[in-house]
Each structure stands twice: as C-alpha cells, then as structure tokens.
C-alpha cells in the first residue's frame, strides 16, 4: 500500500535548521510531483514547498523562499526539506505529500486538494 513516512522533525532555536526526510513506498515515486504543507494548530493546510518529479521544477510559499530548500532522490524514493533561519511562525506539523499531476497551473502544486497521498506528518517547534 501507498506509504509516506516524514521525519526529522522536533525543537530548534530561532536561526536554527531542520531537514526533514520524507520515505515514499507503494507508487511510481519517480513521475509523483511532491509538496510538502504544514498546519498549525487552529489554522488552514498551507503549501510550503513542491518538486517536480526531474528536480527540474522546484515552487516555494513566499514565506520560506530563501530559506528552504526542498530536494528528492528517486532511486531511495526519498524527499527532503531543508530548512534554514527557522522563525517562531515556521512552527508547524509537516506533511509530505504526493502529486500525480503533470507540474503547471493545472497541476494544483500549491493546493492541498492536488495531492493524492499523505503522510502522517512530523512536528516542527521553532523556540524564540
């Protein structure tokens, strides 16, 4: 069955980093577009990084540009966040999710309603 794994999550300083890893199983990996979103508590799923499935395409939330990074391995079926400069507002659960969408304005990168799998998400505390 379908499987995305986050971790690498947990409590940094401010102006710390993170990198979390995400463990694809279950689906063709190497043709998924793949996002990641986080939710805080009481606030909507929002779009923070996707990939597209070459590495060619890359999109980032305005709020993370410059800091974050998102990067894949498709032979480990593996996607990474890296995050850097983290601020108290980047904490967050995270998710990694899966897009079959080819990458562009119909591929709903930046929608959560686009992806199709989901992990179980990993959390990020970010400490002032």
């Known amino acids: 069955q379908v499987q995305l794994v986050e971790s690498g999550g947990g409590l940094v300083q401010a102006g710390g980093s993170l990198r979390l890893s995400c463990a694809a199983s279950?689906?063709?990996?190497?043709?998924?577009?793949m996002g990641w979103f986080r939710q805080a508590p009481g606030k909507e799923r929002e779009f923070v990084a996707a990939?597209?499935?070459?590495?060619?395409?890359?999109n980032f939330a305005d709020s993370v540009k410059g800091r974050f990074t998102i990067s894949r391995d498709n032979a480990k079926k593996m996607v990474y966040l890296q995050m850097n400069s983290l601020k108290p507002e980047d904490t967050s659960v995270y998710y990694c999710?899966?897009?079959?969408?080819?990458w562009g304005p119909g591929g709903m990168i930046g929608n959560p309603k686009g992806y199709d799998y989901w992990g179980q998400g990993t959390q990020v505390t970010v400490s002032s």
């Open positions: 990939i597209g499935w070459s590495s060619s395409y890359t």
């Open positions: 999710a899966a897009n079959r969408r080819p």
């Open positions: 279950g689906f063709i990996f190497s043709t998924y577009t």
